[in-house]
């Protein structure tokens, strides 16, 4: 069982910056490639960006691309999302998920554990 916690989301101006963090409560964080989803209300959850276990593959939505950036640190079973000139658009709960895989899947269902959530919320 892998325990993930999101944190850092909250409440920003559009173009302004959030950084968010979630922790996996596992040993064996390494065998796991991560996701970023969100869903906004009314909306579907999808997959922001992806890291494959080793750090060496990444994805991004093309909503965020050259705005987010995904990143993990293994010796600390943590891993990152740093979102850049945020957009309204960017508003919804944002939630870290683990896939027992090298990398990352493209589906919500290829996802093993998920976090409870952090909401990102941007103003105009």
């Known amino acids: 069982q892998v325990q993930l916690v999101e944190s850092g989301g909250g409440l920003v101006q559009a173009g302004g910056s959030l950084r968010l963090s979630c922790a996996a409560s596992?040993?064996?964080?390494?065998?796991?490639?991560m996701g970023w989803f969100r869903q906004a209300p009314g909306k579907e959850r999808e997959l922001v960006a992806g890291?494959?276990?080793?750090?060496?593959?990444?994805f991004y939505a093309d909503s965020v691309k050259g705005r987010f950036t995904i990143s993990r640190d293994n010796a600390k079973s943590m891993v990152y999302l740093q979102m850049n000139s945020l957009k309204p658009e960017d508003t919804a709960v944002y939630y870290c998920?683990?896939?027992?895989?090298?990398?990352?899947?493209?589906?919500?269902?290829?996802?093993?554990?998920w976090g409870q959530g952090t909401q990102v919320t941007v103003s105009s």
């Open positions: 596992t040993r064996t964080f390494s065998y796991y490639a």
């Open positions: 890291i494959s276990r080793d750090g060496g593959s990444t």
């Open positions: 998920a683990a896939d027992y895989s090298r990398s990352y899947g493209y589906s919500g269902s290829s996802y093993d554990y």
